[in-house]
Each structure stands twice: as C-alpha cells, then as structure tokens.
C-alpha cells in the first residue's frame, strides 16, 4: 500500500511540473546565410531584405506562394567572410500567425538592398 502512494504522487509530480516552468517562446529566429558577390565572400556590411512566402515556390529564383506578413529590412549588417547573422520577426515583421504551429512549406527571400562601398583612396602624392 506504501508503493501505490510514492508512484501515485510521482505521477501527481511529473504532470504538475512542466507547467510550472513553461515560457512563450516568441516569434524571432535567428537566420544565418552566406553573401558572395562574383562568387567572392563578401567583407563589407550590407543592407538586407526578408519576406516569407507560404510556398517552395519553383525556377530560379522560385515563384508562387502568397507572402506572409511583410518585409523586414535589416541595415548595415556586417558580413565577415561571405556569413552574417540576423534575428528576424522579433516584432512579428511576418505576422502574428505565420509560426503557429501548421506544418507550413515556407520560403524565406533574402534579397540585398546595398553593400557599402570601400572608401575611396586619396591619392599620395610621390616625393
């Protein structure tokens, strides 16, 4: 009769707990891509635009799909040896339902608005 109680509140126990230390995880994520330019790594910062598309869409670049949400534009990203980092939809850039759960095909477009361009040498003149 001891034994029935001890499983019985281990039981009580395990499905109390999880709900004790569940937290919303949000809507951001983080994307980490690779930008070549003439098939070069690019070192430079850049300016970036994301959208998300409902499907895989086909060709290339893919058609189809209807986007969700709206562009998020991310600028001066600095690009280290052709990789950068960026969080998207922490302020729900893609909308309040675009990761709820649905098994979804999504397509995420990442499109470069501007590279910033070297600064320009000043000549020297010879002596």
Do not use: H
Not at 92 to 117: H, I, K, M, S
């Amino acid at each position: 009769m001891r034994i029935r109680w001890v499983i019985g509140s281990f039981v009580a126990l395990v499905s109390v707990v999880p709900s004790l230390g569940e937290t919303p995880l949000g809507t951001a994520f983080t994307y980490q891509g690779q930008l070549k330019q003439g098939g070069a790594p690019v070192e430079d910062t850049a300016d970036f635009e994301f959208t998300l598309w409902d499907a895989a869409g086909s060709g290339d670049p893919p058609t189809g799909g209807t986007q969700v949400g709206g562009v998020q534009a991310i600028d001066a990203v600095p690009v280290t040896a052709g990789l950068f980092t960026v969080t998207l939809n922490a302020g729900g850039e893609f909308g309040g339902n675009a990761f709820n759960g649905t098994p979804a095909g999504y397509r995420l477009l990442c499109a470069v608005r501007r590279a910033a361009a070297s600064s320009p040498r000043s000549p020297r003149a010879s002596r």
